[in-house]
Structure formats: structure tokens, C-alpha cells
């Protein structure tokens, strides 16, 4: 029995899957909130929908600009990150508010869940990284 095979063996991810992975969670954000954030625009009636409707086509553009600062330029992948995980975050929890039927607890859960989220890929980018 190859060690490979052993019970009990350890599963091994390269820094390439884990880095593709992350690029590829980035890549479908950023299609989902540019998308829908375009669509929102022509429905952005009150000044809270407009300030999500930006929000959301940031946290579109920073999912790119992460993305892209993988690969390149990356001593602006920290910053632009960290700009993307509180677009999102923002979106997320103005999201309830200002579309919905307002709801403050709504709102918290879903920003909550966003950072998580965002917490995640950036962990991701991060092991996936060379050192």
C-alpha cells in the first residue's frame, strides 16, 4: 500500500488550488454583483437604495481587482482585499434595509454572514500565496 493510499493519510492541496479556488470565488462575485448591481440602478429610488447599489458595484469591481492582484501587482492585494471585504459587507447589510421590509436584525445577519465569507476567501488567497 502506497503511502498515498494509507488510512489515515493526510489529503494535500497545493497553494495552486487553493489560489485558483479563491480566484474562482472572486471571479463568480464579482459576475453575481456587478450583474445585479446593474440592474438596480434604473430601481434606485431612495438615497439608501442608490448608497447599496454603489456599494454592490464596488464590492463587483474590488472582486476583479483581487482577483487580478493575485497574479499581479501584489503589494496592493492587501489593501484592495480589505476594501473588498467591507464593500461586500456593507452591500450585504444595507441589502435587508433598503430593499426589503427594513430589519435591523436582518441586516446585521447578513453583513455578518458577508464578512464571513469575505474572511474566507481572504484566508484562502492568503494560503494560496507564495510566502
Sequence with gaps: M??????????????HTLLAAAMLLLVILAWMTLSSGLDQIPRSRTFGQRVETIAQLACGVLSLASAVTCLRWRRWGAQ???????????????SSLVWGPP???????FAAAALLLALGVIRLVRAGLPA
Aim: glycine share 8%.
Design 2 to 15: 502506497s503511502p498515498s493510499t494509507a488510512p489515515g493519510a493526510r489529503f494535500h492541496v497545493s497553494r
Design 80 to 94: 484592495i482585499r480589505a476594501a473588498w471585504a467591507a464593500s461586500l459587507t456593507t452591500a450585504a447589510g444595507l
Design 103 to 109: 430589519s435591523l436584525l436582518v441586516g446585521l445577519v
